[in-house]
Every structure is written in structure tokens, then in C-alpha cells.
């Protein structure tokens, strides 16, 4: 490891602690460095809030200093007005001589205009320094960026024979089957709290009457968003109890209206799974975590409109029921969470 990747890697932590506070902006973390020494550093933490660059200058007691300092950022400084000043500027205008940048920033506004604006005025400018890191510290805001869509994650349970769940008449009394050990379904609800909005299909709102919420781990809800073609769910489901915000997308106008509930029009006779990332991508949404139900998650892994699926392979046997999504298990890493198996797999599409 050479020294800026030693520096760029202190600013990928430091970027981290922004993980979940930062949308609609990417976590950045910049470190300013002086004789081999670290004398400032700072992280991006909250959208409106001050840059990570800000943040690290703010904290060099000496100012002096900062002429013949090099600063390190993990993405791009922005070099447009926001709801904070260009910190490009700041960065210029305390004369900072050198610039090592991990990643270029691929939002429209930015995209290596920061970089053109500081040589312009004289900076030395380093650009890739652990690039594939830097981009991987935000897949979400990339993603979002340069392929207009959310960040999409799959995730469902799993029994060991291949099953969602079992059949009808095994569970009468409609009481919740769980696959899945109480570790990983805690597991699950940290992972909301670090997505920006959750998705399942109409069968899993009726049959379940989930909240979708995060109330087994301390953080945001995400954004609820349910696909109902023909108005079926019933109004008094968790849905729309007006907690979180919610996006329903349905094939007409609906007569009722809710405070915080969205209902999107869409064509269910065309294809549904551009449609549905288009309206998520209008609406901000840089990511979401897909749930269900078999219907969903195989729509859009058919289509391969997805990131990555997390799928947990509980203990549990069910013999008949409703069978598991068909996915490729290419680039995928296993682990466990307790007696639960637990593979990830990433989409290189």
C-alpha cells in the first residue's frame, strides 16, 4: 500500500460514519495531510450539513499549514451550489497545493468539473486512488447516478428444501411460518434502516399484513412501496396507517386519499418493472430492498434489473408450498447467522 492509498483508506472509514445520514449525497470522508502527519480530517454526516472537505479544513488548528498541505477526499469535491457553497472554492481559496481525489463524482452536476475547476486554479491533482473502493463505499449513489435506477437488493428466506413457504392447507390458522432464527430476522431489519425504501407485492401485504418497518432495530423506516394492480388491499392494513411514508403503484386513480400515502399509476399490461424504477428513481430513491413475493423477486431477477439478493437458508423443511426465486448463484459468498446460512450474491451484470 503506497501512501495515498494509506490516506484514501483513512477517508473510506471516515466516509462510513456517514452510512444511512447522507442521502440524498454520497458518504465522503477526507483526510489533510502535512509532512507525512495527519493534522485534519472529516467526514460528510448529513444532507444540508457541511462536506467532508469542510469538516476536515474546519479542523487544522494551524491554517498556515494548509499551503503546503496535501488533501485527500474520497470522491470528487463538488464544484456547484447546493444547499452548502462549492467546496472546491474552500479548498482554493485556502490554497491547498495538493489534491489526491479516490473516485470522480458521477452525479451530472459534478463529474469531473471539480477536478478541471481546482487544476485551473493551480492545484496538483491525483484522481484513482483505490477507485474500485471509493466506488464501492457508495454502489448506491453510482448506481442511481449512471443508471437512473435505485440500488436494488433482493432478499427472501428460504427453507432447506427450496421453499418460501408451505402450503395453505398446512398453515390454516394463518399464524407466520418463520424459516428464519430470531438473530436473522433482527439482521433484516438493521438492513432496512440502511436502505432508503422496502418493496413487496400484493399477495405478501394481504397474506401477511406486514409494517415494514425497522421496529426490532434502532433507525429509519425505509419508504414503504406496495404493488396493488387491482385495489386489493384492505384499508385498514399496516400499510397505510400514514407512519411512513408509502408509495402504492396501481392500475387507476384511487378514490381515497391518504396524508402520507403516494398511489403511482402505472400500465400493468406493459412491462412493470421499468415503470416501477422510473417512478423510484423520479422519486430520489437511490436504493431499495425487495422482500416479495415469489412474483416480485422473480420479475425482476428475469429481467436482471438488480444489484444484489441476499438469501437465507434457514433449517426448517416444508416439503410442498410455494417454491423459492430461480437465481444464478454466481459471485456469491456464504456465511452464517447462527444456525441460518446465509448467501450473498452480487450482480455483475
Not at 474552500?90 to 452536476?109: S, Y
Not at 427453507?159 to 392447507?169: M, N, R, T, Y
Amino acid at each position: 500500500m503506497n501512501i495515498h492509498e494509506k490516506y484514501i483508506k483513512r477517508c473510506i472509514e471516515l466516509a462510513e460514519n456517514g452510512f444511512g445520514t447522507t442521502y440524498p449525497n454520497p458518504m465522503v470522508g477526507s483526510v489533510i495531510v502535512y509532512e507525512n502527519k495527519i493534522i485534519g480530517e472529516g467526514w460528510h454526516k448529513k444532507a444540508g450539513e457541511p462536506h467532508a472537505e469542510v469538516n476536515a479544513i474546519r479542523s487544522v488548528k494551524d491554517k498556515s499549514l494548509l499551503k503546503k498541505a496535501t488533501i485527500y477526499v474520497s470522491l470528487e469535491p463538488c464544484s456547484h451550489f447546493g444547499k452548502t457553497p462549492p467546496c472546491c472554492d474552500l479548498i482554493i481559496e485556502h490554497q491547498i497545493a495538493n489534491v489526491v481525489v479516490g473516485t470522480v463524482d458521477p452525479n451530472e452536476k459534478v463529474a469531473g468539473n471539480g477536478i478541471k475547476k481546482l487544476i485551473a486554479a493551480g492545484a496538483n491533482v491525483t484522481v484513482g486512488v483505490l477507485e474500485k473502493e471509493c466506488n464501492e463505499l457508495n454502489k448506491r449513489f453510482f448506481t442511481f447516478h449512471q443508471k437512473k435506477r435505485p440500488y436494488i437488493i433482493l432478499k427472501w428466506a428460504e427453507s432447506q428444501d427450496g421453499f418460501l413457504s408451505p402450503e395453505k392447507e398446512i398453515n390454516k390458522d394463518r399464524k407466520p411460518i418463520w424459516i428464519t432464527n430470531q438473530y436473522s430476522r433482527q439482521l433484516v431489519h438493521k438492513w432496512r434502516s440502511e436502505e432508503q425504501a422496502i418493496l413487496v407485492g400484493t399477495q405478501t401485504v394481504i397474506d401477511d399484513n406486514p409494517k415494514l418497518n425497522t421496529r426490532d432495530w434502532a433507525g429509519n423506516n425505509p419508504v414503504r412501496i406496495v404493488l396493488d394492480q387491482h385495489n386489493r388491499i384492505a384499508k385498514d392494513s399496516f400499510i397505510f396507517d400514514n407512519s411512513v411514508k408509502t408509495i402504492v403503484f396501481t392500475k387507476s386513480e384511487i378514490t381515497f386519499s391518504e396524508e402520507n400515502t403516494n398511489f403511482e399509476v402505472i400500465d400493468f399490461n406493459q412491462n412493470i418493472i421499468p415503470q416501477i424504477v422510473t417512478v423510484l428513481y423520479q422519486n430520489q430513491i437511490q436504493s431499495v430492498i425487495i422482500e416479495g413475493g415469489l412474483q416480485t423477486l422473480q420479475s425482476f431477477i428475469d429481467q436482471n434489473i438488480w444489484d444484489e439478493a441476499r438469501i437465507f437458508i434457514g433449517e426448517i423443511t416444508f416439503e410442498k408450498g410455494t417454491k423459492a426465486p430461480v437465481i444464478q448463484k454466481k459471485n456469491t459468498t456464504k456465511s452464517y447467522v447462527q444456525s441460518d446460512e446465509l448467501l450473498n450474491i452480487r450482480n455483475h451484470d
